[in-house]
């Protein structure tokens, strides 16, 4: 710590607190963030995941990990300072004035382009909402707090416990189901409606309203003066069979969105006389600009200092004989087009040139595997009714077996501790390889338990 000098602390939660410092060397502002760590040694890798994941993630789009470090009982991990405050800040500053829909549409397409990212790294972050979620001072968005992430497949006891934030948190969460890369995508499509509409999709002031409401899928309209594909990607990121949701990949590749881009920043992506004669594709030059627009130039300095990427994607020739190529096909996607200016990846480019052009197109025998009960959990809704909603943008652990169901605004107990009980890291260099986030890949309970029995016995005055 004697690197840094402390500014001020930005916050405090359960975890410990977030202090905004400057390096003596570099005078770089960064945020440490300082975690208490457990007495007891089984829980102290537990302690360390967000670092440890933190630290895997190398994105645009994501808060940039610098090193963590451990002094006395606490874990400090030190990221990138996020000078534009969070999300959930920016929205609230707006009070009535709505965006306009080529910010939305810019920021959106940062954070998928981040979340994929972590996908692809197969971890879920779990908590996604715009608290979470950060703006640079050129405006450029930034996920955080890995606090809640986990990696896919790890160990058997994620899959008793979801960490959410109630308003956040997908059907099939609250339906017991097993939860997957789709889950986060509903939490993106909440993010993406609050940037809509000004307000939260699923508002309600108790347990049972929210939970009716989210395993419905029941929203108010959006302002009718958005365009009808944003209109049409909500309702798809909503759809409450996750099967039926897209994932990141596909939003990010589907024609849908790339047009709608398409049609909001056509001036800047190409010349007016083109517009109305090419409704299909982008070129390498309108990739660019496009990706300019998108943020991408943030990330040109970053590419630079971590090498070879951008280089690969951008320079035309170094040394006869070895040229450098951009992708053969056109740049047809909003993927493609991020990803040929920037870092976001060699692992995305692997899945971009797939050809999928509509937001739910899941074949259809995928589609049949599994079917999905349109019901609401209506027995745990009647359990729930009385109980009232409090601390609702909070991060609660989400427990669907054992004794201590529903950690969170139930008991009071808890706070905001975003730590599942005897969570494992186990990183294991396989699921940590880059893969396309197309398919589903749920964390099956291995011994099912009916959990309703348990919400029983802790609500006696039901
Ligand atoms: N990288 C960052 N840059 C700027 N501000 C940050 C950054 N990370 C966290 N903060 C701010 O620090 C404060 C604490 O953040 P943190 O994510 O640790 O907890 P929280 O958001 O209060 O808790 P929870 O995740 O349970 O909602 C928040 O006000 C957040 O906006």
């Not at 990330?299 to 994607?313: D, H, P, Q, R, V």
């Not at 009385?386 to 529903?406: E, V």
Request: proline letters at 5%; one cysteine or more; aromatic letters at 8%.
């Amino acid at each position: 710590m004697e690197t840094y000098s402390l500014l001020r602390v930005i916050g405090e939660g359960s975890f410990g607190r977030a202090l905004l410092v400057q390096c003596k060397d570099s005078q770089e502002k960064y945020v440490v963030k300082e975690i208490q760590l457990p007495k007891n040694q089984s829980k102290l890798e537990n302690s360390r995941r967000e670092a440890v994941l933190l630290s895997r993630m190398k994105h645009p789009n994501i808060v940039a990990f610098r090193e963590a470090f451990e002094a006395d009982d606490l874990l400090c991990i030190v990221m990138e300072y996020c000078s534009g405050g969070d999300l959930l800040q920016r929205i609230r500053q707006q009070k009535t004035t709505a965006f306009c829909v080529d910010e939305i549409l810019k920021w959106f397409a940062q954070m998928c382009s981040g979340a994929k990212h972590i996908h692809d790294k197969r971890v879920l972050h779990r908590d996604l909402k715009s608290k979470n979620i950060f703006l640079t001072n050129n405006g450029t968005i930034k996920l955080g707090d890995f606090g809640s992430a986990c990696i896919l497949n790890s160990s058997k006891a994620y899959a008793r416990t979801y960490v959410g934030t109630p308003y956040y948190v997908a059907p099939e969460i609250w339906d017991n189901k097993p939860y997957n890369n789709k889950s986060d995508v509903w939490s993106l499509g909440c993010v993406l409606y609050e940037l809509c509409a000004l307000r939260h999709p699923f508002q309600a002031s108790s347990w049972k309203s929210l939970i009716l409401k989210v395993c419905r899928g029941a929203y108010p309209p959006l302002p009718s003066h958005l365009p009808y594909e944003l209109q049409h990607l909500i309702k798809q990121m909503f759809k409450t069979n996750p099967k039926d949701r897209p994932s990141l990949h596909t939003i990010l590749t589907s024609n849908r969105v790339s047009k709608l881009l398409r049609s909001h920043f056509p001036s800047q992506v190409m010349g007016t006389e083109e517009q109305g004669r090419r409704a299909g594709r982008w070129n390498r030059e309108e990739g660019k600009k496009m990706a300019d627009l998108l943020g991408a130039k943030s990330l040109i300095k970053m590419s630079t200092i971590e090498g070879a990427e951008f280089a690969e994607g951008h320079c035309e020739s170094r040394e006869p004989g070895h040229r450098k190529q951009w992708n053969a096909a056109p740049t047809d996607t909003v993927l493609q087009v991020l990803a040929n200016a920037s870092l976001i990846s060699s692992e995305s480019m692997g899945t971009a040139s797939q050809d999928l052009t509509g937001l739910s197109e899941e074949p259809e025998d995928s589609r049949q595997r599994r079917q999905w009960e349109r019901d609401p959990p209506e027995r745990l809704l009647s359990l729930l009714e009385k109980a009232r909603l409090r601390r609702d943008f909070s991060t609660f652990i989400i427990n669907r077996g054992g004794d201590d169901l529903l950690t969170g605004p139930l008991s009071q107990l808890q706070g905001d501790n975003t730590d599942g009980p005897d969570m494992e890291v186990v990183i294991d260099r396989d699921r940590l390889e880059p893969r396309s986030d197309d398919e589903d890949t749920d964390f099956e309970e291995e011994f099912p338990c009916n959990w309703m029995d348990e919400v029983e016995k802790i609500l006696p005055e039901h």
